[in-house]
């Protein structure tokens, strides 16, 4: 059970877009499409952004969107704005019951 | 309005045992799988365990198994986490987590999460 891996940070500008990979191996993210990401301001919980893969749930804006390509999950965001900038992970389903998180994003508007 | 209430936490010497308790209600929580989540200080979320509704499929990472008992009453709406033989590295700030699904999906709803700290 190793972590997903992430990179450490990522920045963008204001109005532009960014993408977070994740990637796992083929007996976690590549195996499921239970793929989630997640939120995380300072001082806070988590935040669900996406879930199976590339669904947003109620609430979320659609700058926000997620994908997936063999071993490798990605969260894009666009049209990049100040408030978005602080901490993401992603999880996925890993199976006997178990889930896996990737190590976290800090994302930098710049 | 969802909530989730964790209590359990504090300090403890290594080696010894600490019970966390989540208190659910705004949802049908038998209808639900639980998790529970930590955040060591300054680190990033590592998934504990987790149990699906009826407590029929329940999963354990692999840093805990054997010293960590997870499980729930549904008549109480409640989940629990039992755990033993205590390390240093098991001090975080655990996080009692619902599930979208009744299995293993995502989590769409978190707690304030109770501080489990190890030290003599």
């Known amino acids: 059970q190793s972590a997903l891996t992430q990179p450490r940070s990522v920045s963008g500008s204001p109005g532009q877009s960014v993408t977070i990979s994740c990637t796992g191996t083929s007996s976690d993210v590549g195996g499921y499409n239970y793929v989630s990401w997640y939120q995380q301001h300072p001082g806070k919980a988590p935040k669900l952004m996406i879930y199976?893969?590339?669904k947003r749930p109620s609430g979320v804006p659609d700058r926000f969107s997620g994908s997936k390509s063999g071993n490798t999950a990605s969260l894009t965001i666009s049209g990049l704005q100040a408030e978005d900038e602080t901490d993401y992970y992603c999880?996925?389903?890993?199976?006997?019951?178990?889930?896996?998180f990737g190590g976290g994003t800090k994302l930098t508007v710049l | 309005e969802v909530q989730l209430v964790e209590s359990g936490g504090g300090l403890v010497q290594p080696g010894r045992s600490l019970r966390l308790s989540c208190a659910a209600s705004g949802f049908t929580f038998d209808d639900y799988a639980m998790h529970w989540v930590r955040q060591a200080p300054g680190k990033g979320l590592e998934w504990v365990s987790g149990i699906n509704w009826n407590s029929g499929s329940i999963g354990y990472a692999d840093s805990v198994k054997g010293r960590f008992t997870i499980s729930r009453d549904n008549a109480k709406n409640s989940l629990y986490l039992q755990m033993n033989s205590l390390r240093a590295e098991d001090t975080a700030l655990y996080y009692c987590?619902?599930?979208?699904?009744?299995?293993?999906?995502?989590?769409?709803?978190w707690g304030q999460g109770t501080l489990v700290t190890v030290s003599s």
């Open positions: 999880c996925s389903y890993a199976g006997r019951y178990t889930l896996i």
């Open positions: 199976d893969v590339s």
């Open positions: 987590a619902k599930d979208r699904t009744s299995g293993y999906d995502s989590i769409d709803y």
